[in-house]
C-alpha cells in the first residue's frame, strides 16, 4: 500500500523490532542506523518516538498541526537527536521542523535519498536550504553517500 505521496509502506523486522515504515527511505535509514548501533557509533535508535510528539498552532486561523520525528538517536555522549527522512519535501514539512526546532534543542538532521538543485526540484531545495540556519545537518544524497554502499544489507 502506499500513501498519498505515492511512497510504499513497508513492515520489517529491523534489529530485532517488528517496524511499520511509512517509506522505503524510512526503512533503509533504519536498517543504516542499526549498522551504525552495532558497530558501536552510537548508542540505540527509536522509529517515531512518541514522546517526541509536539502540536503547534499554524496560520491565521490557528489549524492545529502535529508533527512526529521519524527517528529519535541516542549518541554516545547521551545526546538524542532527530533523524527525519524525506522523500518530498512539502511547505508544511519546512514548517514542522522549524517549529520543532524553536520548541526543542535536539539537533536534527534532515536526510534526503537524492535533492538536487535541478529545474524540477528547484522549490523543495531552497526550501530545504531555508532549513539549514535551524537544524544540524542536511544528508542530500543518502542514495549515493550511504544506502550504495551498505545495499547488501536490504531485504527489498
Known amino acids: 500500500m502506499s500513501n498519498k505521496y505515492g511512497a510504499t509502506r513497508v513492515t520489517m523486522e529491523v534489529g530485532g523490532k517488528l517496524c511499520y515504515f511509512r517509506s522505503k527511505l524510512e526503512y533503509r535509514y533504519a536498517v543504516y542506523l542499526q549498522l551504525l548501533k552495532e558497530q558501536g557509533h552510537i548508542q540505540r535508535w527509536l522509529y517515531e518516538p512518541m514522546g517526541m510528539a509536539i502540536e503547534f498552532e499554524h496560520g491565521r486561523y490557528g489549524n492545529t498541526r502535529k508533527y512526529l520525528p521519524d527517528f529519535a538517536v541516542i549518541t554516545n555522549d547521551n545526546e538524542c537527536e532527530v533523524h527525519e527522512t524525506k522523500g518530498c519535501f512539502k511547505g508544511m514539512d519546512y514548517t514542522k521542523l522549524k517549529k520543532y526546532s524553536e520548541m526543542h534543542d535536539n539537533k536534527i538532521t534532515l536526510i534526503f535519498a537524492g535533492l538536487t538543485d ?3 526540484k528547484r522549490a523543495q531545495y531552497n526550501r530545504a536550504k531555508r532549513l539549514e540556519p535551524h ?17 547488501g544489507l536490504f531485504e527489498i
Do not use: Q
Not at 135 to 151: E, G, L, T, V
Open 135 to 151: 537544524i544540524h545537518r542536511i544528508i542530500w544524497d543518502a542514495d549515493k553517500s550511504i544506502f550504495k554502499k551498505i545495499k
Open 118 to 120: 535541478c529545474k524540477s
